[in-house]
């Protein structure tokens, strides 16, 4: 499976960043992540777990690619995600044909969390 590249193409358009706060440390919501959004091998998505940075990427399509990132703090850790376009040519067109993920995101965020939740604390 190929990797997601750890940097945002500097084309990117972020679409939605959401921010949740966990009493879970880092290692157990990172590895969570992982298993989750793992495609296996032979997935055609493109994906990245990287533990030394807390960072999962998921990247597919034409457009899309998701990164969460997991910061460590003193009562537990911060879960960051962003959507991003990451289309080279047609981001209004991605953004459009893409409508429904975006309005869908918060949703999807919250779910993920209240997962995350049951799981880990």
Do not use: C, K
Request: hydrophobic share 40%; aromatic share 10%.
């Amino acid at each position: 499976m190929p990797e997601a590249p750890r940097e945002r193409p500097a084309h990117a358009i972020v679409l939605h960043e959401f921010h949740a706060h966990f009493t879970a440390r880092p290692r157990a919501i990172f590895d969570s992540l992982e298993r989750r959004f793992d495609p296996g091998s032979g997935a055609e998505s493109l994906f990245t777990a990287d533990s030394s940075a807390w960072l999962v990427i998921v990247q597919g399509g034409w457009w899309y690619r998701a990164e969460y990132r997991v910061v460590p703090d003193d009562s537990g850790s911060t879960l960051e995600h962003a959507l991003v376009n990451v289309a080279e040519t047609g981001h209004r067109i991605g953004r459009w044909v893409s409508r429904r993920v975006i309005e869908a995101a918060p949703a999807e965020f919250e779910r993920l969390v209240s997962s995350l939740r049951a799981e880990l604390e």
